[in-house]
């Protein structure tokens, strides 16, 4: 658990460095720092629900790298 919350307070504050960099501004950068995790949390609930679908296993099965072993 402390390497997770370790990387998560690196992820804040590379995000909160790069965006103060690129626009100067302290009220973006931090509104840029939470913002984006939470649309990454939203999006990646998205992502996984659609990771099962039968025609998202089909893609990985055409690109030869099925989500688990085929049996023999």
Known sequence: MA??????????????????????????????TFIEPLANTVLHYFFDKYWDHPRARAWR????RPSQPQPS
């Open 3 to 32: 390497k997770t919350v370790s990387f998560g307070v690196l992820h804040l504050g590379t995000s909160f460095s790069v965006t103060y960099a690129l626009t100067g501004s302290l009220s973006v950068a931090g509104a840029v």
């Open 61 to 64: 099965a055409r690109l030869g």
